[in-house]
T-cell receptor, first 109, second 115 residues
Framework: DAKTTQPNSMESNEEEPVHLPCNHS???????IHWYRQLPSQGPEYVIH???SNVNNRMASLAIAEDRKSSTLILHRATLRDAAVYYC??????????FGTGTSLTVIP | DAGVTQSPTHLIKTRGQHVTLRCSPI?????VSWYQQVLGQGPQFIFQ???????GRGNFPDRFSARQFPNYSSELNVNALLLGDSALYLC??????????????FGEGSRLTVL
């Protein structure tokens, strides 16, 4: 199985940047790194994905280590609506989608 | 446009029974995948279907089966229910398959309780 490891929880002050780390030492060359977040009583929501290069979109940035064994999701200015469980996922060719343990992000007003 | 819809939203079954969960993807999406989320854990991949064919399977016993219909909707079937099958079952749809074909859109899930 393609495993990812994330801290169980993190806190951030509102309006501050947040860096959410993920380790995926068993990543293979064709695995994409995806991030999703899940609010209580809702299905997961797409955040961002990438393969080798750093990626930016309107929600966040994804920084991928050169050896691809780790990555960091960056929320540039945390808001209260960003409080959620964030999942780092390896999407493997052959359509296997492995969720990690998730990081519960608390945003402090 | 309607998002991914799942039914029923909640259901209660007893051990040994059978359950069918249903999912309607976003219009135009041809791929549907299923996930099991036990309370306090991340979702676990069960199946992925594309154009009515199984394209991926997670580590679940044969009691779990699924199919996709010509209109791209899907059913997840679980036979001989066990207490440990109690979970939120999530369905997701996407335009295609593969790790770079875009995002998955998830429904709000069907919560199954097995007594």
């Amino acid at each position: 199985d393609a495993k990812t490891t994330q801290p169980n929880s993190m806190e951030s002050n509102e309006e501050e940047p947040v860096h959410l780390p993920c380790n995926h030492s068993t990543i293979s060359g064709t695995d994409y790194i995806h991030w999703y977040r899940q609010l209580p009583s809702q299905g997961p929501e797409y955040v961002i994905h990438g393969l080798t290069s750093n990626v930016n979109n309107r929600m966040a940035s994804l920084a991928i280590a050169e050896d691809r064994k780790s990555s960091t999701l960056i929320l540039h200015r945390a808001t209260l609506r960003d409080a959620a469980v964030y999942y780092c996922i390896l999407y493997r060719t052959g359509n296997q989608f492995y969720f990690g343990t998730g990081t519960s992000l608390t945003v402090i007003p | 446009d309607a998002g991914v819809t799942q039914s029923p939203t909640h259901l209660i079954k007893t051990r040994g029974q059978h359950v069918t969960l249903r999912c309607s993807p976003i219009s135009g999406h041809k791929s549907v995948s299923w996930y099991q989320q036990v309370l306090g854990q991340g979702p676990q991949f069960i199946f992925q279907y594309y154009e009515k064919e199984e394209r991926g399977r997670g580590n679940f016993p044969d009691r779990f089966s699924a199919r996709q219909f010509p209109n791209y909707s899907s059913e997840l079937n679980v036979n001989a229910l066990l207490l440990g099958d109690s979970a939120l079952y999530l369905c997701a749809s996407s335009l295609g398959v593969g790790p770079n074909t875009g995002e998955l859109f998830f429904g709000e899930g069907s919560r199954l309780t097995v007594l």
